[in-house]
């Protein structure tokens, strides 16, 4: 079946074949339904998790016997993280998040973070780089990865920063609003492509085809 990026808690997870990288997407928590995906390059088996937000036992069966090189941490929220201690227990993957969130998702979990990226940095998945793009705003540290499909279109994990329908929330702090939309338009929509699919944190993903018109009336409304 095709890929949709619809996925549930409890349901099955939703898996999209690329010419060299597969993601697996599996939603996880009732209350919270958080996104996780897995990464996996076709040609070397590598294997990386876009947040190990819970349930690290549906987390680890995705993994499998081929092992896990590394958790990417979006942003420093509770619900991003929660089973990151058992997976990088159970497979001794490094973990990796944004510079100005790193000291807090150890505090949070007592999970050291072995990387700390910023903007422009590169992220390895076997043979596929996945280029770091620094969104502030959602949180001082929140990361989105983007990888270039050399037989295809851009493709991006947003944790946090951007879904369809409007950027990450910011819990009525203007300043953090403005910072947040101001960095999607010119480091996401300002620089990547109509047929850019992106995987956010929680829900459906979109294309920022689909969002882009709609960038005036969510900096207008303010959320």
Excluded at 74 to 84: E, P
Aim: glycine share 10%; charged share 25%.
């Amino acid at each position: 079946m095709a890929y949709t990026g619809r996925v549930s808690p409890g349901g099955d997870p939703d898996v999209r074949e690329l010419s060299r990288l597969t993601v697996t997407k599996v939603a996880v928590d009732p209350e919270m339904s958080n996104n996780c995906y897995l990464l996996r390059c076709a040609t070397t088996g590598s294997q990386l998790l876009v947040d190990a937000a819970d349930e690290p036992d549906v987390l680890l069966r995705l993994v499998g016997d081929d092992g896990l090189t590394a958790v990417v941490t979006t942003h420093q929220h509770w619900d991003h993280h929660r089973a990151l201690a058992a997976v990088v227990a159970a497979t001794g993957a490094a973990v990796v998040a944004g510079t100005p969130d790193a000291e807090p998702i150890t505090e949070q979990t007592g999970v050291e973070v072995t990387r700390r990226v910023d903007h422009g940095d590169t992220v390895e998945v076997g043979t596929c780089d996945l280029e770091v793009i620094a969104i502030p705003g959602h949180t001082p540290g929140s990361i989105a990865l983007r990888y270039r499909d050399p037989e295809g279109h851009d493709h991006l994990f947003t944790g946090d920063s951007l879904f369809p329908g409007g950027v990450g929330a910011t819990f009525g702090d203007a300043d953090a609003f403005a910072q947040l939309i101001d960095n999607v338009e010119t480091r996401v929509f300002g620089t990547l492509d109509d047929d850019t699919w992106f995987y956010p944190g929680h829900g459906d993903d979109s294309t920022l085809g689909a969002e882009r018109p709609h960038l005036a009336e969510w900096r207008e409304r303010g959320w």
